[in-house]
């Protein structure tokens, strides 16, 4: 089976992203319904590391390990068994960076398109777009500042 061969060949950091991905995905589209955005939201923040990233990570290697982490949410949402939406894989993103250390942004973007309104979420990190295209904000207007879970606030 050529995905099997393809999972065998992903680096044993990855093979584990992956696997928190293929989990966290259904969870976080159940925990949206039952519980809401804001307080799942918060209860990942809870399962991240606490503290700041540590010092004298490379600017481009942390973009390269978050751009990694993106590749793998991607891959279990498209050949999981759960196929997500932007919204679950963005949270789930975010949290699998949380916690790497990495501290990635949470974003939400709107547009009117045909007359019907529509929401998009995608994560950056230091303005790098990580789980879409780099136009994403000329697709959408997206809110001043980054959703953070209730109780901390946005820099």
């Not at 696997?19 to 399962?47: C, H, I, K, S, Y």
């Not at 751009?67 to 891959?75: I, L, P």
């Not at 980054?146 to 109780?151: E, L, N, S, T």
Request: glycine letters at 8%.
């Amino acid at each position: 089976m050529g995905n099997w061969s393809r999972v065998w060949r992903l680096s044993p950091a990855e093979r584990w992203s992956l696997a928190l991905a293929l989990a966290l995905l259904p969870l976080t589209a159940l925990a949206l319904w039952v519980v809401g955005f804001r307080r799942w939201q918060a209860t990942l923040a809870r399962l991240a590391p606490v503290g700041p990233s540590p010092k004298g990570r490379d600017e481009a290697d942390l973009i390269g390990q978050a751009r990694t982490v993106a590749r793998m949410v991607d891959a279990a949402a498209r050949h999981g068994p759960y196929r997500a939406t932007c919204l679950p894989r963005s949270l789930a993103l975010w949290c699998l960076l949380q916690r790497r250390r990495i501290d990635g942004d949470l974003r939400i973007g709107v547009r009117k398109k045909a007359g019907r309104f529509e929401a998009h979420a995608w994560v950056e990190l230091r303005g790098v777009v990580l789980n879409d295209s780099g136009d994403v904000h000329e697709r959408f207007a997206a809110f001043d500042r980054a959703i953070v879970p209730a109780g901390e606030t946005a820099l």
